[in-house]
């Protein structure tokens, strides 16, 4: 195992309840500048190829893709879409065929019944695997994808190559994840079911992430944020977790990357997972939140250290 650790030598010290207040304000900040950008990444979203689609596991699975070379298929995080790739896809895309599906109910994908668990979307991806033919690729995944990626290697151990997990660890809906909730969402929003009343408020207090949701998924479905969230906050809210038998039946080399300042997991947690894990390496950015990929100043960091490790799993010349 390999553990690359980067440490920060300026701290600052605040009291417990200073320190709350001013993350919870950067958090804010970072979440708008981040839709922003994400905006900005889907307007001008034109080097990839055309909408392509293919029928998995019971649903019509939206995807692009991109370059040539051994497959590398990567996984988007909870409310995104496969656009949400498309920095790293550029650069990965030079060694890599890098294969982007939008998730069950995101983009452009289906979800006739309406139903999300990480279990189904573990199926999903295994059947979009076999429906593509793709031989042993490598499997990224970031936050919902990195639980994805956990339990989809876990399930199915030679499926994949080697695996990257990002912004996730084998434990979701812990007390400090669901801070991380209340901190993107709004204060008082419930674990399980969400009401009206519960979206009203969402739209109220985040107006910027419902247009999100409204432009990202299922542009043609105005309130289909609403039938959306309802649908999958159950899954995002409620706790669920693998094993440390599941953990260890992961035997290919899996990278974790993860934000030091992560509003959703620990380092700790992080660091549990690491040590579980047969084959595994560990990556923290410093003076990032969870989403290490397009916080400002740490992309060409994470960048390298992605393709660093996927380029090791690459066959030597002989």
Known sequence: MMLFLFNLNNMVFYTESD????????????????????????????????????????????YVEEGEGPPLLLIHGGGLTAKSWQGLAKEASRYFRVIMPDSRGHGLTNNPQ???????????????????KLEKPLVMGYSDGGMVVLKLTSRYPDLAHAAIVGGATHRFATAHYMQGMEIFYGKGMPQGQLTDRDLDKMASDAPGMVKFYQ????????????????????????????????????????????????????????????RLLPQAEMTLIPGSGHAIFQTPGKTPLFYAVVLEFLQRQLPKAS
């Open 19 to 62: 320190w709350r207040g001013v993350m919870n304000h950067i958090f804010k900040l970072a979440f708008i500048f981040i839709i922003n950008i994400i905006f900005l990444i889907n307007a001008s979203a034109t080097t990839m190829d055309k909408d392509k689609f293919v029928e998995a596991n019971g649903i019509k699975i939206h």
């Open 215 to 274: 432009n990202m998924h299922h542009p043609e479905q105005k309130d289909y944020w609403r039938t959306f969230l309802k649908g999958v906050w159950p899954m995002w809210t409620t706790p669920t977790s693998l094993t440390e038998e599941e953990v260890k039946k992961i035997h290919i080399p899996v990278l974790l990357l993860a934000g030091d300042r992560d509003e959703f997991f620990t380092v700790e947690e992080v660091t549990e997972l690491y």
């Open 114 to 132: 309406g139903t999300f668990s990480y279990d189904l979307m573990v199926e999903d991806m295994a059947a979009f695997v076999k429906a593509l």
